[in-house]
């Protein structure tokens, strides 16, 4: 599997830390000291399906591609309007694409979740280019009374076109479940035979997620390198689920590595979910920061508990 094409999409609007402090018990020093993040982008007037179109045109015009020339389109999301059908049909249609459509709900790991389905379908032989679609709207899901958890989120729209080749060096999936720490539940009708199941807003539990990131990601990070004998010098960055400034930070620390092997910009979008590292890959690509045969290694993690980190060549 190798990488051929990225693009993304952001909401228009600009919610700044300073902007939630006229709402919120909060301000931008708290905000921004313990996650890293100045500001989000948050849907108002577009929506996730605009925005996932967007991103998918222009990864396609990355790759120099028609979407007549993608067989296989995974779309990687946690929320959006539609129950059914699958994002993934949406966006195929208003991009005008004619190949199978699947939607995987891995949270914030999605990324690495659907690069692992997409090399498992490329290894099959029957598909060729595969457009995976990362796009989530948690500002739907949050609880804007709540400065724990509202902070924390944006809104956006990664993709990227992967196509056969020998790039991918590992990866590792792992999931433990673990409701409680961070989970939401929507309402569900009552029927003749049961009760009406309540809602539940968003529940995190900031410190157990944080430590359950922790550790997951360098669990996964050392299985990979390991899995591909790849040594911490060869590695060009580490591009990390954008969560949280200090939960990368502190694997940075364990890894003993420079800061700037660790991009980040979670300043500007918060945690976009699935969306935050191709979002990432895309920005690098566009500002020419990627060379290629750089080893990249790749980890996310999220509800569920669910984890992932791959190698990949660019
Ligand atoms: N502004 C001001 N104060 C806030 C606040 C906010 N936005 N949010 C919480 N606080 C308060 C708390 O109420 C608490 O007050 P108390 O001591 O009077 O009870 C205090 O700040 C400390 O809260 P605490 O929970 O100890 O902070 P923390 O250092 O654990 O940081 C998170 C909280 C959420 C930033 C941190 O736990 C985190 O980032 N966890 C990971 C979350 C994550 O990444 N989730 C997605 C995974 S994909």
């Known amino acids: 599997m190798k990488i051929i094409g990225t693009g993304s999409a952001l909401p228009s609007l600009v919610v700044t830390n300073d902007m939630l402090s006229e709402f919120l018990d909060t301000n931008h020093e708290w905000i921004y000291t313990r996650t890293g993040i100045s500001q ?18 222009r990864a396609l015009e990355d790759a120099n591609l028609d979407a007549g020339d993608i067989d296989f389109l995974i779309c990687s999301n ?24 699947i939607d995987l709900n891995s949270a914030c790991s999605g990324f690495i979740y659907a690069l692992s389905v997409a090399n498992a379908f490329l290894n099959t032989g ?13 500002s739907k899901i ?5 400065r724990d958890t509202s902070i924390l ?27 409680e720490p961070l989970h939401y539940q929507r309402e569900l009708e009552s029927t003749p035979y049961s009760k009406k199941e309540a ?36 590695v060009s960055f580490y591009l ?12 940075r620390e364990y890894l003993g590595e420079k800061e700037e092997k660790f991009p980040k910009n979670i300043h ?20 020419g920061q990627l060379k290629d045969g750089d080893l990249l290694v790749m980890s996310a993690f999220g509800a569920g508990f669910s984890s992932g980190a791959c190698v990949m060549e660019w």
Not at 42 to 51: F, G, K, N, T
Not at 142 to 146: G, H, I, K, L
Not at 161 to 166: D, P
């Open 40 to 57: 989000r982008r948050i849907i108002s007037d577009e929506s996730l399906v605009e925005l996932s179109v967007s991103a998918c045109k």
């Open 78 to 101: 946690v929320v959006n309007h539609y129950v059914t059908p699958g994002l993934s049909c949406v966006i195929q249609g208003d991009i005008e694409a004619k190949c199978p459509c």
């Open 126 to 138: 029957n598909v060729k280019n595969i457009l995976i679609v990362c796009a989530d709207e948690l």
């Open 142 to 146: 949050v609880d804007w009374n709540a």
């Open 153 to 179: 989120f944006g809104d956006g729209a990664a993709a990227m076109i992967v196509t056969r080749g020998n790039n991918l060096k590992s990866m590792h999936l792992s999931t433990t479940s673990a409701v």
């Open 199 to 234: 809602f539940t807003p968003l529940v995190m539990n900031g410190k157990d997620v944080y430590k359950m990131a922790v550790t997951a990601s360098i669990q996964d990070i050392n299985a990979v390198m390991h899995e591909a004998n790849v040594s911490q010098k060869e």
């Open 240 to 251: 990390l689920h954008q969560a949280n400034v200090r939960i990368m930070e502190t694997i």
């Open 268 to 287: 500007k979008y918060g945690n976009t979910s699935s969306a935050s590292i191709p979002l990432l890959i895309d920005e690098m690509n566009k500002n």
